[in-house]
Structure formats: structure tokens, C-alpha cells
């Protein structure tokens, strides 16, 4: 195959191929996630887990395809396919939702995987608005640091995507029940408990009553603060993704592109927010949200230390203070703010997750607005 008909197959792999796959098993995935209870009564078992490994079958093969689109791409342009916004963005989705089914998988919490893919089809689609053709690299940006410097701080922001999913589902669930992780109902609409049937509600006589008038009552909780949530999200998103969209296009294509950034999120948020009386507890939540921080602190840490090794070969020079590097530093700190809190000054709850939040914003902001509004040396990412 010629390098454009590659190209033309790469595209393909990723629209419409990978995307109907996250889409698809999102919401066969969500979808089980309500079959948890069924009537009062704690579902068949069959339905519900036959709808949980077609929907997890969906998310693996998604996977695949998107694997398969990474390579077709690098062979597209006969490099790795790690030199743009769009090629970074779309390996942090994949590295997002393949670390993410990994770790529920291990962590016997398959109920959460409809988040992940929920999660992995947004960035996949954020991707899309910074879509470029496969091209060449900057001969001076071609050396063996990239590979590593990129490659973990793509693997970084993957994982610190994941882990955002949880701490804004552990703040949704506390919410909607009203309660900080330790009060009466932490286990929301479940039935089972957070380590297994025997320590959950099914395990005491009339549990699933009590399981039943739990969930109803989360419910309601959960529909009446809706209309804020969605207003919430709109104002809180619009003043960024209008300051990318415009600066990228400041035609009416570049309003389209922000008025749709903004109304994904809201229809996410909406979304997420009617599936939180079927969470498991606060407890949980917090606990996957804090391990997956801390292993995407890691490697950005190491991703960031590559930079400065890369940028001496480029550039002459280990550290600029260039807008990205800069950046970078603060999310770092951001970061460290919130494990620091953790492990020596006892923050939990949902101190600890709104640290959790302004770190990930940090990140985004260094992520789109560094390479998209201030110039440096750092903005042939945006090509």
C-alpha cells in the first residue's frame, strides 16, 4: 500500500471504526451497570453479566482497533505517531482507556469500566478537532528523547485522565448521597459490598430492601441538583474551550468547535451524574483515584526529567522557562500538592478530590492553552 492509502486507512481505523466501538461499549456498559438491581431483587446474574462481557468485548476490541490505527499511522508517515496535538491526544485515549479496563479489571470492579470508555470516547473525540494529516517531523526535534519524553508524559496524562474519572465520580456519588465517604448509605445504590457479596447489603436479612429504598432515595438526590450540574459544567468549561476553539479558528468554525466541546461535556456530566446511585461506595472510589494518580505522578515525573535531557540536545539547554516547560512544573506541583496532602496531612474526602480537580485543570490548561494561545517553543505541537 502507498503511504496515502495508508493514511486514508488510518483515518478509517480511527472514524469511524475505533469511536463506534468506545461509543457502543459505553453505553452497553452503563447500561449494565443499572442491571446491578432489577425490581428490588438483585439481577438474574445472566443478563446482567452476558450485557457486562459484550460490552467489555466492544471496549477490547476498540482497543484493538485503535492500536491498529496507531500503526498504520506510523507507517503512514515511516515515524512513531507522537509529533502533533492530534497523535498525542488520541495515544492518551488509548493509553487512558487500555490502562483503565486493566485496572478495573484487577481490581475486580468492572462496574466502572462504562466509565472509563465514557471517558476514553471524549478524548477520542477532542482528537478529532485537532485531526492533521500524517507529515514529517521537525529535523531538529528527531532525536531518541523524544520517544521517551513523549511516550511517558502521553502515558502520564492517560493515566491522570483516568484518574480524574474517578475523583469526579467520587464527588458525584458523595453528593448525591449526601455524605463524605464514612456515613450511613456510603455504599450507595449497591448491593454488594466493596469487597465482594458476603460485605455488602446482600450479606444481612432484608438487604435488598434496604438496597432497594438506598438506590431510590440516591436517585432522587441524584435528578434534583441536574439542571445546576449541567450550568455548573457549561460555565466551567466554556471560558477554556472558548480561548482554544477561537485561537485555533476565530471563524464561526472555531465557535462551532467550542460551543460543541462544551456541550459534550455537558451531556457527559449529565450522564455520569444519572449513573451515580449505581457507584460503589466513596471509599472505592477515592482508593482507585488515588493509586492511579500516583502511578501517573511517576511517570510524569520521569517524562518531565526526559524533556529536560532532550531539550539540551535541541535546544542547548535543560530548562527555559518556556511556556509548556513551565506548564508542566505546575501540574508537577499540582499534583504533588494532592499526594502530599494525602500521605502527610491527612486530607480525604472531598478536600482531597477538589485538589484532585485543580491539578487536572492545571494540566489541561498547560495541555491546550500552551500550545494553542502562547507562542513558544512548543508550539510546533500544534501543527
Known amino acids: 500500500m502507498t503511504q496515502a492509502e495508508l493514511a486514508d486507512l488510518s483515518r478509517i481505523l480511527y472514524s469511524p471504526v475505533t469511536l463506534a466501538h468506545y461509543v457502543g461499549a ?32 466492544l471496549a477490547w476490541t476498540g482497543v484493538a482497533t485503535h492500536v ?24 492518551m485515549a ?44 521537525m529535523p531538529i526535534l528527531d532525536t531518541w528523547w523524544r520517544h521517551f519524553h513523549v511516550s511517558l508524559l502521553v502515558g502520564g496524562m492517560g493515566v491522570f485522565a483516568a484518574g480524574f474519572v474517578f475523583i469526579a465520580l467520587y464527588l458525584l456519588a458523595d453528593t448525591a448521597r449526601g455524605e463524605d465517604g464514612r456515613g450511613p448509605g456510603a455504599g450507595g445504590g449497591r448491593v454488594h459490598g466493596p469487597d465482594g457479596p458476603e460485605s455488602g447489603l446482600a450479606a444481612e436479612p432484608g438487604s435488598v430492601a434496604v438496597a432497594t429504598e438506598a438506590l431510590t432515595a440516591a436517585a432522587l438526590r441524584a435528578r434534583i441538583p441536574a439542571v445546576k450540574l449541567a450550568v455548573g459544567t457549561f460555565l466551567g468549561t466554556s471560558l477554556v474551550s472558548w480561548v482554544w476553539a477561537v485561537s485555533m479558528d476565530p471563524t464561526a ?20 451524574r444519572h449513573f451515580a446511585p449505581y457507584l460503589p461506595s466513596t471509599d472505592v472510589l477515592d ?26 540536545q535541541s535546544w542547548g539547554r535543560f530548562w527555559g522557562w518556556d511556556p509548556k516547560e513551565t506548564g508542566a512544573f505546575l501540574a ?52
Open 26 to 57: 459505553a453505553v452497553v456498559l452503563l447500561g449494565a451497570l443499572t442491571q446491578n438491581v432489577d425490581g428490588g431483587k438483585p439481577a438474574g446474574g445472566v443478563r446482567g453479566l452476558l450485557t457486562r462481557r459484550v460490552g467489555l468485548a
Open 68 to 91: 491498529a490505527h496507531e500503526v498504520v499511522r506510523g507507517l503512514a508517515q515511516s515515524r512513531l505517531p507522537l509529533g502533533n496535538m492530534f497523535e498525542v491526544t488520541s495515544l
Open 94 to 137: 488509548l493509553v487512558g482507556v487500555a490502562g483503565g479496563l486493566w485496572y478495573v479489571r484487577s481490581r475486580r470492579r468492572d462496574e466502572l469500566a462504562g466509565f472509563v470508555m465514557l471517558c476514553g470516547t471524549l478524548v477520542l473525540g477532542l482528537a478529532l478537532l485537532m485531526y492533521a494529516e500524517p507529515g514529517p517531523l
Open 253 to 272: 468554525d472555531g465557535v462551532r468547535r467550542m460551543l460543541t466541546v462544551n456541550a459534550t461535556m455537558v451531556v457527559a456530566a449529565l450522564v455520569a
Open 287 to 312: 482508593s482507585v483515584a488515588h493509586r492511579l494518580v500516583a502511578f501517573a505522578f511517576v511517570l510524569w515525573t520521569v517524562g518531565t526529567i526526559a524533556g529536560a535531557m532532550w531539550a539540551e
Open 332 to 383: 508537577w506541583v499540582a499534583y504533588a500538592g494532592y499526594l502530599h496532602g494525602r500521605a502527610t496531612r491527612g486530607v480525604r474526602g472531598r478536600r482531597a478530590a477538589w485538589i484532585g480537580v485543580g491539578a487536572f485543570v492545571t494540566l489541561m490548561a498547560t495541555y491546550l492553552v500552551a500550545n494553542y494561545v502562547i507562542v513558544g517553543l512548543h508550539s510546533y505541537a500544534g501543527l
